[in-house]
Nanobody, 128 residues
């Protein structure tokens, strides 16, 4: 069972940047599809970005496309979310999640119910 720990959140002004990190405990980290979700107060948890097992394929929510970049380092068991041109509406708790059975190029990767492993979340606050 993989354990996930996010870090890197904080307070930033609109237009600024942050880099989130997610450390995974699993030796077979490269077997896992990795994703970032976020949840703003009073809203449902929503998909942000996903990356395939080997890091060659990515998917983004339309709201972050062109501003956020997901990446991974399988040698270090890490996944990252580089966030640029941040907006107040990006304010949320950001979670990384993992699954080792998903087929990446399917609609399932966008659904939070498909991921059994979650981190505790890291708060990102963007001030206007």
């Amino acid at each position: 069972q993989v354990q996930l720990v996010e870090s890197g959140g904080g307070l930033v002004q609109a237009g600024g940047s942050l880099r989130l990190s997610c450390a995974a405990s699993e030796r077979t980290f490269s077997n896992y599809v990795m994703v970032w979700f976020r949840q703003a107060p009073g809203k449902e948890r929503e998909f942000v970005a996903a990356i395939s097992r080997d890091g060659t394929n990515t998917r983004y929510a339309d709201s972050v496309k062109g501003r956020f970049t997901i990446s991974r380092d399988n040698a270090k068991n890490m996944v990252y979310l580089q966030m640029s041109s941040l907006r107040p509406e990006d304010t949320a708790v950001y979670y990384c999640a993992a699954d080792n059975s998903l087929v990446f190029n399917t609609i399932g990767i966008y659904s939070r119910t498909m991921y059994p492993y979650w981190g505790q979340g890291t708060q990102v606050t963007v001030s206007s």
